[in-house]
Structure formats: structure tokens, C-alpha cells
């Protein structure tokens, strides 16, 4: 009886050694499989954000080419090519990610851009179809704000020209877009890419779009206009408290219209300068087949009780262009305005009494006056400057 006592006990710890060990096999079975199956997820993780950052790079370099781009217009030549990239950093500081990049003319007005994406084991190539247009296409643009005062109207002349009316920014920050009460606003609210229109737009109860509202696909990128090298000038003489500037290209100083002066723009007139004010009573004016193209190395400010005056009601006649020093645009103009300004790093403030009809490009579009804010469709004409490259379809190719 004891032996047989014996011999189950052994048996016993016999069966629970067995169980010992196949559980701990088991789990060593199963252990090795999640380390397995952690190490798979670490490395697929890995690729997906080795995919993500080789695009990023891609894209940096479309970027950078587009810029170069529209640098070389701005410049005046229409030669594209040799402009191209190889192996630059994405980071600096790291040095890991990199891009290269192409360019391709692809006819008169259109260009093809090819760049492609380094880092680790991951390639990606994308590529953009880029068309020349009109950077008054944008009509008012203000890269990081806008708004618009109560009761502002909005439209397009001629109202024939199959152009809708149009705002944009490419802030995606909330309220990036304000539109006060009391406003309807018939035309399209563009965002920037990435952008909520819910968020970025704040728009009273009161007022109303009647219009499509949208991020927009990619940022916009303006350099600024180069400036005509012209030699110093002086200021005709005044007669009658008018001065008569004839057809030409100036370099004048600072200019300054006192009250009750007065300065007539005959035929077509280019003009580099510092700074130029009108003060309250002083008046510039266009006359019929004259034109102004006037270069701000500085601000532009058209005081209350100002007068600028367009003849030929084109806005084509009249485009002031500031430099990067140009960091205020001021129209408080008596009576409507018919003009283009393009000054990418400049605050832009309308407070007319009368119309604004033309496009405003600036760093923000504060809308002050109760008139129309209208675009000149005359305007959007690619083939006149200025002009610019920008990009009508992107893809990326399967590798």
C-alpha cells in the first residue's frame, strides 16, 4: 500500500513538472510571437514615417523650385532653364532627410516641376503642371488677414467678364477673416491650404455669403517686383498749382502732395520713389490715355480729404508696386478709386467714400469704406506683368 502511495506521489510530481514546462514553453511561444509582432508594427511604424517625412521632402522641393520659378520671372527673363536642386537638406540640423528638384519647360506659358524625396530607405517623386497667370487673378489677397467693413458691396467689372468675385488669405488661423454685419457678400471666401472655413471665417449673423467658402490647395508665394534703374530726377515746374509730369521713366525723392497741389500724370509715366504721401486737399490725377506705374520704396499714404483721380476708369492705368520696405497702404481717397496695388509686405487699409475698383495684394486687407469693393477683370491678363507661376495639378508617382 505505502509503495503504491509512493509510486502516485511520484507520478504527481511527475505530471506537474510536464505542465510546468508546457506552460512555460506556451508562453514563451506566445511571448516571442508579441515581441515579433511589436518589432513588426516598430518597423512597419518606421517605413510609414520614413514614407511621410520622404514626401515632406518631395514637396519641399517643389516648393523651392516654384519659387526659384517665379523669382527668374519676376526678374524679366522667360528663360527657365537650369533651374534645378541636388541632394539639398531638408534639415540642416539633422541632415537626414534630402530633395532634388527639375524644372521643364513645357511651352511658353507652362512648366513642368519633378522633384523627389530622400530619407532612409524611402523614395518618393512627385511632380506639378505650373501655368503662367496674372497675379491679379487673386483680386484681394491678404496673406495673414482681412476684413471687411459693414454694408461693403462686392462684384466684378464688366459684370460680363465670367469672373467671380473673390477674397482670399492663406492664414488658417481662427477669424483670419472677419466680415462685419450688415454685409452680403456675393463671391467666394478662399482660406489658407489646411484651413477650416467654419474657423478661419467670422461672419456676424447679420451678414451674408452668397458664395462658396474653401481652403485653398497650396500658399501662394509673391516676390517682390524688381525696380526699373532710372536716374535721379527732379519735379517738373508747378504752374497754377499743378504739376505736370509728361511720359517717362523718373527717379524722384520723397514726394509729397500739400493741400490744394496737384499732380497731372500725361501719357505713360514710371516712377521710383521713396516715399509718397498726398495730404488732405492734395490731388494726383491720370489723364485720359496716360498711365501710371509707380515704385514705393516705402509707404504709400493717401490722407482723408485726398483725391486720386483715373481718367480712363481702368484700373490698369494705375498699379503701385511696393518694395519689401513697404509696409503701409493707406487710400482714405474722396470719391472712387480705380487702381492695382501689389505690395506683399504691407498693410492695406481702404477707406474710401466712394468705389475701390481694381485688386489689392498685400500682407492683410482692412476694408474700412461703406462703398463697392470692386475687381477690374481687365487686369487678369497673364501675358502683361505681372505675372507668375502657379500650380494648375500635382501628382505623385507610384514608385
Given at each position: 500500500?505505502?509503495?503504491?502511495?509512493?509510486?502516485?506521489?511520484?507520478?504527481?510530481?511527475?505530471?506537474?513538472?510536464?505542465?510546468?514546462?508546457?506552460?512555460?514553453v506556451c508562453l514563451a511561444?506566445?511571448?516571442?510571437?508579441?515581441?515579433?509582432?511589436?518589432?513588426?508594427?516598430?518597423?512597419?511604424?518606421?517605413?510609414?514615417?520614413?514614407?511621410?517625412?520622404?514626401?515632406?521632402?518631395?514637396?519641399?522641393?517643389?516648393?523651392?523650385?516654384?519659387?526659384?520659378?517665379?523669382?527668374?520671372?519676376?526678374?524679366?527673363s522667360m528663360d527657365f532653364?537650369?533651374?534645378?536642386?541636388?541632394?539639398?537638406?531638408?534639415?540642416?540640423?539633422?541632415?537626414?532627410?534630402?530633395?532634388?528638384?527639375?524644372?521643364?519647360?513645357?511651352?511658353?506659358?507652362?512648366?513642368?516641376?519633378?522633384?523627389?524625396?530622400?530619407?532612409?530607405?524611402?523614395?518618393?517623386?512627385?511632380?506639378?503642371?505650373?501655368?503662367?497667370?496674372?497675379?491679379?487673378?487673386?483680386?484681394?489677397?491678404?496673406?495673414?488677414?482681412?476684413?471687411?467693413?459693414?454694408?461693403?458691396?462686392?462684384?466684378?467689372?464688366?459684370?460680363?467678364?465670367?469672373?467671380?468675385?473673390?477674397?482670399?488669405?492663406?492664414?488658417?488661423?481662427?477669424?483670419?477673416?472677419?466680415?462685419?454685419?450688415?454685409?452680403?457678400?456675393?463671391?467666394?471666401?478662399?482660406?489658407?491650404?489646411?484651413?477650416?472655413?467654419?474657423?478661419?471665417?467670422?461672419?456676424?449673423?447679420?451678414?451674408?455669403?452668397?458664395?462658396?467658402?474653401?481652403?485653398?490647395?497650396?500658399?501662394?508665394?509673391?516676390?517682390?517686383?524688381?525696380?526699373?534703374?532710372?536716374?535721379?530726377?527732379?519735379?517738373?515746374?508747378?504752374?497754377?498749382?499743378?504739376?505736370?509730369?509728361?511720359?517717362?521713366?523718373?527717379?524722384?525723392?520723397?514726394?509729397?502732395?500739400?493741400?490744394?497741389?496737384?499732380?497731372?500724370?500725361?501719357?505713360?509715366?514710371?516712377?521710383?520713389?521713396?516715399?509718397?504721401?498726398?495730404?488732405?486737399?492734395?490731388?494726383?490725377?491720370?489723364?485720359?490715355?496716360?498711365?501710371?506705374?509707380?515704385?514705393?520704396?516705402?509707404?504709400?499714404?493717401?490722407?482723408?480729404?485726398?483725391?486720386?483721380?483715373?481718367?480712363?476708369?481702368?484700373?490698369?492705368?494705375?498699379?503701385?508696386?511696393?518694395?519689401?520696405?513697404?509696409?503701409?497702404?493707406?487710400?482714405?481717397?474722396?470719391?472712387?478709386?480705380?487702381?492695382?496695388?501689389?505690395?506683399?509686405?504691407?498693410?492695406?487699409?481702404?477707406?474710401?467714400?466712394?468705389?475701390?475698383?481694381?485688386?489689392?495684394?498685400?500682407?492683410?486687407?482692412d476694408v474700412k469704406n461703406?462703398?463697392?469693393?470692386?475687381?477690374?477683370?481687365?487686369?487678369?491678363?497673364?501675358?502683361?506683368?505681372?505675372?507668375?507661376?502657379?500650380?494648375?495639378?500635382?501628382?505623385?508617382?507610384?514608385?
Amino acid at each position: 500500500m505505502n509503495k503504491r502511495r509512493k509510486s502516485f506521489k511520484k507520478c504527481e510530481r511527475g505530471s506537474i513538472v510536464g505542465l510546468v514546462l508546457v506552460i512555460g514553453v506556451c508562453l514563451a511561444i506566445i511571448g516571442w510571437g508579441m515581441l515579433r509582432m511589436g518589432f513588426g508594427s516598430r518597423v512597419i511604424s518606421s517605413q510609414n514615417n520614413s514614407t511621410v517625412v520622404a514626401r515632406e521632402a518631395a514637396d519641399a522641393g517643389l516648393t523651392e523650385a516654384l519659387h526659384l520659378l517665379n523669382q527668374r520671372l519676376f526678374s524679366g527673363s522667360m528663360d527657365f532653364s537650369g533651374i534645378n536642386g541636388s541632394d539639398v537638406q531638408l534639415n540642416p540640423a539633422y541632415s537626414q532627410p534630402t530633395y532634388s528638384y527639375a524644372v521643364e519647360p513645357n511651352g511658353i506659358a507652362t512648366v513642368l516641376i519633378h522633384s523627389t524625396g530622400y530619407y532612409r530607405d524611402q523614395v518618393k517623386k512627385v511632380h506639378a503642371l505650373s501655368t503662367l497667370a496674372s497675379i491679379w487673378d487673386n483680386q484681394f489677397y491678404g496673406e495673414f488677414s482681412i476684413e471687411i467693413g459693414s454694408y461693403a458691396g462686392v462684384g466684378v467689372v464688366p459684370p460680363d467678364s465670367g469672373i467671380a468675385f473673390s477674397v482670399r488669405t492663406d492664414s488658417d488661423d481662427p477669424g483670419a477673416i472677419k466680415l462685419h454685419p450688415n454685409l452680403e457678400f456675393n463671391g467666394a471666401v478662399i482660406v489658407g491650404p489646411g484651413g477650416d472655413p467654419d474657423v478661419v471665417i467670422s461672419d456676424k449673423s447679420s451678414s451674408i455669403i452668397n458664395g462658396p467658402t474653401y481652403a485653398a490647395s497650396e500658399y501662394l508665394d509673391f516676390p517682390y517686383k524688381p525696380v526699373p534703374e532710372v536716374g535721379a530726377s527732379t519735379l517738373p515746374p508747378s504752374s497754377g498749382g499743378i504739376t505736370t509730369i509728361p511720359a517717362g521713366m523718373y527717379g524722384f525723392p520723397p514726394i509729397s502732395i500739400g493741400n490744394s497741389e496737384k499732380i497731372y500724370i500725361d501719357g505713360e509715366v514710371t516712377i521710383v520713389t521713396n516715399s509718397f504721401d498726398i495730404k488732405n486737399g492734395g490731388e494726383i490725377r491720370i489723364l485720359t490715355g496716360g498711365s501710371l506705374a509707380l515704385y514705393v520704396d516705402g509707404n504709400f499714404i493717401a490722407d482723408n480729404g485726398s483725391y486720386i483721380y483715373n481718367d480712363d476708369m481702368q484700373a490698369a492705368r494705375m498699379k503701385i508696386y511696393g518694395s519689401e520696405n513697404c509696409t503701409k497702404v493707406e487710400i482714405k481717397n474722396s470719391g472712387d478709386f480705380w487702381g492695382a496695388i501689389y505690395a506683399p509686405n504691407a498693410a492695406l487699409e481702404i477707406k474710401n467714400t466712394g468705389d475701390y475698383i481694381g485688386s489689392f495684394i498685400g500682407s492683410s486687407i482692412d476694408v474700412k469704406n461703406s462703398g463697392q469693393l470692386i475687381f477690374d477683370a481687365t487686369l487678369s491678363n497673364p501675358v502683361e506683368e505681372p505675372s507668375y507661376f502657379s500650380i494648375q495639378r500635382w501628382w505623385e508617382e507610384a514608385i
